[in-house]
């Protein structure tokens, strides 16, 4: 077992094994600046620019920092300068943009003023103008825009100050092209989760009893209770120059889409326990890029918060966190609870870098750092009432880059369409309509695919109607992008969620039975053949039986075993991908998800307990396909 991963939940209990301040040590900080001895300066000038380097650096130095060296892939491009540069240069330049924003699937990062070793020299102030007017035409040639994030003063032994700029560089959507972020949401009931959005994207500060997140709801229920027990998505636009796109009164979701060129996608999930179901499938159905944990800064880690903090961490989804309603308590209060999630942070069971966001440099650094190491956690402390520190979370937002790159992204692009089918409609005049995540290739309007599987095991042609993302028409749709399709006059019995629409060409076979390594954690009592659980595999969520336990004859809590499960009413289509098991005990409310995933994501198994929560590592399975079997 991974003691470092189930230590998380057992310290639970006043149990505080790190420290309060926001940073560690050196020797475990994942830094991304150093420093090099340059000449000394005066006293006066080296305090001034270590206040100037908070924001690049999580430990201030009285050295000059340097950057590693420039990476050839990846959307990061480091310039000394880019003074009046000859016709040939020019175009060089402009190839080498067009090559940083593929790699960054429309975003690029210019650093100017830096070696490509990733010395800081800094630029005059004449040099640095003339340099960031070279960049704006550049980005006008290949139709994108500039925006200078941040600017900095280098500490060298000169009469002239120097400075170093660090400059996105977006595209300009075209096509509706954009790209999209998935955040999901997460924490404890009443911490503020469908309020905050309501703020985000509607750009109206709440009243204090919740009319920002009216909005959201689906369920009268929810109007009336004001939580959230579905799951909803809302976005938030920005274009070409970094600017919200929402706020209009007159604004719809397709006028966001065609002026956006960057688009966040917010997936609302419910934080009461009895709707964790919910929220497990959310996770693992729309595989979010990013997940934000809000925290209520009056109650601080309660309820829900460390399951959801352990499921996005087994599932390894980077994770920040939003401390809300600090317009409701003291600073002492707010403090307090900063200092309880930094205990949480950095014990051993999460090992995480906790990084306090205070000012708009502080969030263009986290943005950056957040999506290079898996151990920094930005922590923000912002107001839904009083509009506190949200311009912070927009500039975190705004930055973010995608973790995965064009190439991983073309790979996906170049395999058979596969779609999931997550919720299905019935649309006046439409007919029958779905909606998912299309996982691999691509798909037109009018391409002929198979859905399934059914009660029988079989797949049923159909044909893609219109397409829709975000509410807005697309004629084409593309890996790793979540739309609903339009199925015209197909019959909505036969369709239920958990299916999946593929090519032809992929012959899908169906599964009866799985085998997975699993962990038992925790347990009242013993795990064993004809145990049954409830099984949440990507997208699927069904009852399945304990066949056999391989090697043993029950399970105990702490024990690891491979067991073989069965599917009690239809079968499913399975692939060596995302997916996550659940169990619920005939005679007992234990619930324990898996996420297994081959490619980029570790394989972990979690349990849930009114009594306990905790952690441990390692599951594999191996899909056993059986199509004439049960």
Same mark, same amino acid.
């Given at each position: 077992m991974d003691a470092r991963v189930s230590d998380l939940f057992d310290s639970g209990n006043g149990r505080n094994p790190g420290s309060s301040s926001a940073v560690p040590s050196n020797s475990s900080r994942p830094t991304k600046w150093h420093s090099v001895p340059l000449k000394k300066s005066s006293s006066k000038k080296n305090k001034r620019s270590?206040?100037?380097?908070? %924001?690049? !650096?999580?430990?201030? %130095?009285?050295?000059?920092?340097?950057?590693?060296?420039?990476?050839?892939?990846?959307?990061?491009?480091?310039?000394?300068?880019?003074?009046?540069?000859?016709?040939? +240069? =020019?175009e060089h330049l402009a190839t080498q943009m067009k090559w940083r924003l593929q790699e960054g699937r429309g975003e690029a990062v210019y650093q100017i003023g830096v070696e490509d070793n990733g010395m800081l020299v800094g630029l005059s102030e004449d040099e640095m103008r003339a340099s960031l007017k070279t960049l704006h035409r550049l980005a006008e040639k290949v139709g994108a825009d500039i925006t200078v994030l941040q600017e900095q003063e280098v @500490?060298?032994?000169? @009469?002239?100050?120097?400075? #170093?700029?660090?400059?996105?560089?977006?595209?300009?959507?075209?096509?509706?092209?954009?790209?999209?972020?998935?955040?999901?949401v997460l924490g404890n009931v009443d911490s503020g989760k469908s309020t905050l959005l309501g703020v985000l994207t509607q750009?109206?500060?709440? !009243?204090?009893?919740? +009319?920002?997140?009216?909005?959201?709801?689906? &369920?009268?229920?929810?109007i009336q209770t004001g939580r959230t027990s579905s799951i909803s998505f809302e976005i938030l636009g920005f274009n070409s120059r970094g600017e919200v796109v929402n706020y209009s009164? %007159?604004?719809?979701?397709?006028? #966001?889409?065609?002026?956006?060129?960057? *688009?966040? /996608? =917010?997936?609302?999930?419910? $934080?009461?326990?009895?709707?964790?179901? /919910?929220?497990? =499938?959310?996770? /693992?159905s729309y595989c979010p890029d990013f997940a934000m944990l809000v925290v209520s800064a009056s109650?601080? #880690?309660?309820? /829900?918060?460390?399951? &959801?903090?352990?499921?996005? *961490?087994?599932?390894?989804?980077? #994770?920040?966190?939003?401390?809300s309603k600090v317009d409701l308590c003291t600073r002492a209060t707010v403090e307090r609870t900063v200092r309880q999630l930094e205990r949480v942070l950095k014990q051993p069971g999460c090992n995480k870098v906790p990084m306090v966001v205070e000012s708009t440099n502080d969030a263009v650094t986290a943005a950056q750092q957040f999506a290079q190491s898996p151990n920094i956690t930005p922590i923000f402390t912002v107001s839904s009432v009083s509009g506190e520190s949200l311009d912070f979370l927009k500039v975190f937002f705004n930055i973010i880059p995608p973790l995965s790159n064009s190439k991983a992204q073309e790979e996906l692009m170049q395999q058979l369409t596969e779609f999931q089918v997550d919720e299905i409609y019935t649309v006046p005049e439409v007919g029958t309509v779905v909606g998912g995540t299309l996982y691999s290739g691509i798909c037109r309007e009018g391409d002929h695919l198979v859905v399934g599987p059914t009660d029988s095991g079989q797949f049923k042609e159909l044909s893609v109607g219109s397409i829709q993302? !975000?509410?807005?028409?697309?004629?084409?749709?593309?890996?790793?992008?979540?739309?609903?399709?339009?199925?015209?006059?197909?019959?909505?019995?036969?369709?239920?969620? $958990? *299916?999946? *629409?593929?090519?032809?060409?992929?012959?899908?076979?169906i599964c009866w039975k799985f085998e997975a390594e699993i962990v038992l954690l925790f347990h009242t009592k013993t795990f064993h053949k004809g145990f049954q659980v409830t099984v949440h595999i990507r997208n699927v969520r069904q009852t399945a039986t304990v066949e056999a336990v391989y090697g043993k004859e029950e399970l105990r809590t702490g024990e690891k075993a491979v067991v073989l499960f069965k599917f009690i009413k239809q079968p499913e289509y399975l692939k060596f991908t995302v997916s996550s098991i659940s169990s619920r005990s005939q005679n007992n409310t234990d619930t324990f998800p898996t996420r297994i995933n081959k490619y980029e994501r570790p394989e972990y198994i979690l349990t849930f307990t009114e009594k306990r929560n905790t952690i441990e590592d390692q599951t594999k399975v191996n899909t056993i396909f059986s199509p004439n079997a049960g």
């Amino acid at each position: 077992m991974d003691a470092r991963v189930s230590d998380l939940f057992d310290s639970g209990n006043g149990r505080n094994p790190g420290s309060s301040s926001a940073v560690p040590s050196n020797s475990s900080r994942p830094t991304k600046w150093h420093s090099v001895p340059l000449k000394k300066s005066s006293s006066k000038k080296n305090k001034r620019s270590s206040k100037s380097l908070l %924001s690049f !650096n999580l430990k201030p %130095s009285n050295n000059a920092p340097y950057l590693p060296p420039e990476n050839e892939e990846g959307n990061v491009e480091y310039k000394l300068k880019l003074v009046n540069p000859t016709h040939y +240069r =020019f175009e060089h330049l402009a190839t080498q943009m067009k090559w940083r924003l593929q790699e960054g699937r429309g975003e690029a990062v210019y650093q100017i003023g830096v070696e490509d070793n990733g010395m800081l020299v800094g630029l005059s102030e004449d040099e640095m103008r003339a340099s960031l007017k070279t960049l704006h035409r550049l980005a006008e040639k290949v139709g994108a825009d500039i925006t200078v994030l941040q600017e900095q003063e280098v @500490d060298y032994d000169t @009469d002239v100050p120097r400075k #170093i700029a660090e400059v996105l560089v977006r595209k300009v959507p075209d096509d509706q092209q954009f790209l999209d972020l998935r955040v999901a949401v997460l924490g404890n009931v009443d911490s503020g989760k469908s309020t905050l959005l309501g703020v985000l994207t509607q750009g109206e500060l709440d !009243n204090g009893r919740g +009319r920002a997140r009216l909005n959201l709801f689906r &369920h009268l229920h929810e109007i009336q209770t004001g939580r959230t027990s579905s799951i909803s998505f809302e976005i938030l636009g920005f274009n070409s120059r970094g600017e919200v796109v929402n706020y209009s009164e %007159s604004r719809t979701a397709e006028e #966001i889409c065609e002026s956006a060129s960057k *688009m966040i /996608t =917010f997936i609302d999930l419910a $934080g009461h326990h009895k709707y964790l179901k /919910t929220t497990i =499938f959310g996770l /693992t159905s729309y595989c979010p890029d990013f997940a934000m944990l809000v925290v209520s800064a009056s109650t601080g #880690i309660a309820g /829900t918060t460390r399951e &959801h903090l352990g499921l996005a *961490m087994a599932l390894k989804v980077p #994770i920040f966190i939003v401390v809300s309603k600090v317009d409701l308590c003291t600073r002492a209060t707010v403090e307090r609870t900063v200092r309880q999630l930094e205990r949480v942070l950095k014990q051993p069971g999460c090992n995480k870098v906790p990084m306090v966001v205070e000012s708009t440099n502080d969030a263009v650094t986290a943005a950056q750092q957040f999506a290079q190491s898996p151990n920094i956690t930005p922590i923000f402390t912002v107001s839904s009432v009083s509009g506190e520190s949200l311009d912070f979370l927009k500039v975190f937002f705004n930055i973010i880059p995608p973790l995965s790159n064009s190439k991983a992204q073309e790979e996906l692009m170049q395999q058979l369409t596969e779609f999931q089918v997550d919720e299905i409609y019935t649309v006046p005049e439409v007919g029958t309509v779905v909606g998912g995540t299309l996982y691999s290739g691509i798909c037109r309007e009018g391409d002929h695919l198979v859905v399934g599987p059914t009660d029988s095991g079989q797949f049923k042609e159909l044909s893609v109607g219109s397409i829709q993302r !975000n509410r807005s028409a697309c004629r084409v749709l593309r890996a790793g992008q979540a739309a609903t399709l339009a199925l015209g006059n197909f019959d909505r019995s036969l369709l239920r969620k $958990g *299916m999946v *629409m593929v090519s032809p060409e992929m012959d899908p076979t169906i599964c009866w039975k799985f085998e997975a390594e699993i962990v038992l954690l925790f347990h009242t009592k013993t795990f064993h053949k004809g145990f049954q659980v409830t099984v949440h595999i990507r997208n699927v969520r069904q009852t399945a039986t304990v066949e056999a336990v391989y090697g043993k004859e029950e399970l105990r809590t702490g024990e690891k075993a491979v067991v073989l499960f069965k599917f009690i009413k239809q079968p499913e289509y399975l692939k060596f991908t995302v997916s996550s098991i659940s169990s619920r005990s005939q005679n007992n409310t234990d619930t324990f998800p898996t996420r297994i995933n081959k490619y980029e994501r570790p394989e972990y198994i979690l349990t849930f307990t009114e009594k306990r929560n905790t952690i441990e590592d390692q599951t594999k399975v191996n899909t056993i396909f059986s199509p004439n079997a049960g």
